[in-house]
């Protein structure tokens, strides 16, 4: 049955514009108007359960509620989370035969080198980035490494630091990095503890400047298919974003049909045997 209230709640075209331009304001998504009835249902959902009883008081309340607890509450909804462990694995190939070797051939301290993966969604790009590195890089007991892993999405950043996932999200690992990093728990299976404890997850907009000011110094990014779902103008801005964020030499790797020089001029573009990749350039000498 169809309950009474959510049937009786409508979402107007003007009313859609305005959600649409807010939330484009707040997170950088832009919803394509074939993306109406996705953006309604979640609206529906989240005006039945806060009892606003229409579209106008629920964007109040969105708009001005000062711990912007529900804001990020429909973020949680509206955000698409779906990836797999080793997901265009020739990507951490390059890392590890590529571009860590450039990294380590030019340093000259012993910090850390900082790896930060964005979005997050439920840790399985992160965890295959330390599986990599512990399985396929010869410096992994001659260098510190520390994984950020970041996401808006609250809910599914719990799930990450859980670490347990369906069998299609270890489909592609082999058997014996599964039977190595993993414990069978009924239909699903949990990564070990050491994996768990060596990313460190956390929330970030990327689109708001005080979530993302204290993300510096990174020697690598790896941004896959988060910038489809962003405009030009908030790509742009991303793209900045990132810059700010990495080491002079660092890289970005970003999804298969991602081009950063589609949006960007500040990068140049680095075409390795095993991907092509971004590199914010290296200091000039003086």
């Known amino acids: 049955m169809v309950d009474a209230t959510m049937a009786a709640i409508s979402i107007s075209e003007s009313e859609f514009e305005k959600f649409r331009e807010f939330f484009y304001r707040k997170t950088g998504i832009q919803f394509e108007s074939s993306k109406r009835y996705f953006v309604d249902k979640r609206l529906e959902e989240r005006i039945e359960l806060t ?67 964005i979005p997050s969604s439920s840790g399985e790009e992160a965890y295959s980035i330390a599986i990599y590195l512990l399985e396929f890089w010869a410096g992994i007991n001659d ?82 298919n988060l910038l489809i779902y962003f405009d030009d103008a908030s790509r742009k801005a991303a793209a900045e974003t990132f810059y700010d964020a990495m080491k002079p030499g660092a890289y970005i790797c970003l999804g298969h049909s991602e081009s950063m020089s589609r949006f960007s001029s500040l990068y140049k573009v680095r075409k390795f045997p095993e991907a092509i990749v971004y590199q914010k350039p290296l200091l000039e000498a003086r």
């Not at 414990?183 to 949990?190: D, I, L």
Request: hydrophobic share 35%.
């Open 143 to 224: 260098w510190d490494i520390e994984i950020i892993s970041s996401d808006i999405d609250t809910k599914i950043l719990a799930l990450a630091r859980h670490g347990q996932y369906s069998v299609r999200s270890v489909q592609h690992l082999p058997e014996k990095l599964l039977r190595k990093y993993f414990t069978r728990q009924a239909e699903n299976y949990q990564i070990c503890d050491d994996l768990r404890e060596a990313v460190e997850f956390t929330r970030v907009n990327l689109s708001e400047r005080t979530d993302t000011r204290a993300y510096r110094n990174f020697d690598i990014i790896f941004c896959r």
């Open 51 to 117: 009892h606003s009883g229409n579209f106008r008081a629920y964007f109040t309340k969105l708009r001005f509620e000062a711990s912007g607890a529900e804001l990020q509450q429909l973020t949680n909804l509206m955000t698409v989370n779906e990836t797999y462990f080793f997901r265009e694995e020739y990507q951490f190939q390059c890392l590890v035969k590529s571009l860590l070797p450039e990294i380590t051939g030019r340093k000259r301290d012993n910090t850390p080198i900082r790896i930060w993966a």
